[in-house]
């Protein structure tokens, strides 16, 4: 089983979250074992260092009493050769430049953590500070130069594949909103024109109906009024039988009418005999 290097790693931050997730982080690392301290302000960070060795440092750019350039500065003066890497939040490009011209070794942005890319920053600064002090005085030089080889800007690398990753799921995302948005708009106009034209069917539904039952209406009236005046009822009855009796009697004075008419014609057309009819033989 090969012995893996053990790596002191200082977490320079106000934020002792941030400490916990660089821990919980580096603890599930796989080429070394990390040690991690901390330190809360650039004055106990610089006596930390210089009460102990560390093999890199994790620096907050924005700290209660000062910034990262000054924590720079005092270990350039205090001849303290640790790699330091700066961590920044998203977008602190500039800055991001100027700790790289100031003297840090690599830099780290915020949110974008994970187990292997603060892995690898760490083993990649460890050996460009080594390439720069050129004494071999790092943990298992050897092994970490060998790693440097295939590491060699792995975690700028990740970084850039992460936040195009990033990008790229934010514009699907857009567009895939943008496209929800649209099957809404098109499907609640679709909806609207069919509850427009349910409405007016439903109008023109209702308008038949209440005709139909004005005129029920009316017949329920006559019904009414026959049944409250059942005399009145009977007389109109009679009227009408009576009617439909004499109507019968005057088309049957017209068909006698023109019977009579016919049999006069008939006579006029056809001569009378008289006397005795004579048979010739």
Request: hydrophobic share 45%; with cysteine; aromatic share 6%.
């Amino acid at each position: 089983m090969i012995e893996m290097t053990t790596i002191r790693v200082l977490v320079v931050d106000d934020d002792p979250d941030f400490t916990v997730l660089v821990r919980d982080f580096l603890e599930d690392a796989a080429r070394a074992v990390f040690i991690v301290e901390s330190s809360l302000t650039v004055a106990s960070g610089i006596e930390t260092v210089e009460r102990g060795h560390f093999d890199v440092i994790l620096l907050d750019y924005k700290l209660p009493d000062g910034d990262g350039f000054e924590f720079l500065d005092r270990l350039e003066k205090s001849h303290i050769r640790v790699p330091v890497v700066i961590v920044t939040n998203h977008g602190d490009k500039s800055i991001q430049v100027r700790a790289l011209e100031a003297g840090a070794v690599e830099y780290l942005t915020k949110g974008s953590f994970s187990t292997d890319l603060l892995e690898r920053t760490c083993i990649y600064a460890i050996g460009m500070q080594e390439k720069r002090n050129q004494n071999g005085s790092g943990p298992g030089v050897g092994v970490l130069i060998e790693q440097l080889v295939d590491l060699t800007r792995d975690s700028v690398r990740a970084q850039t594949e992460a936040t195009s990753e990033i990008r790229e799921m934010r514009r699907e995302l857009a567009a895939g909103v943008g496209s929800i948005k649209t099957d809404i708009g098109n499907g609640l106009m679709a909806t609207n024109a069919e509850l427009k034209n349910r409405r007016e069917a439903c109008s023109k539904e209702h308008a038949q109906v209440i005709s139909e039952v004005q005129s029920m209406s009316g017949l329920r009236w006559i019904l009414e009024w026959i049944k409250t005046n059942n005399t009145l009822a009977a007389v109109l009855f009679v009227c009408i039988l009576l009617a439909v009796a004499l109507a019968v009697v005057l088309l049957n004075f017209v068909d006698a009418d023109k019977i009579k008419g016919l049999k006069d014609a008939s006579s006029m057309l056809v001569p009378p005999v008289t006397g005795r009819t004579r048979w010739i033989a």
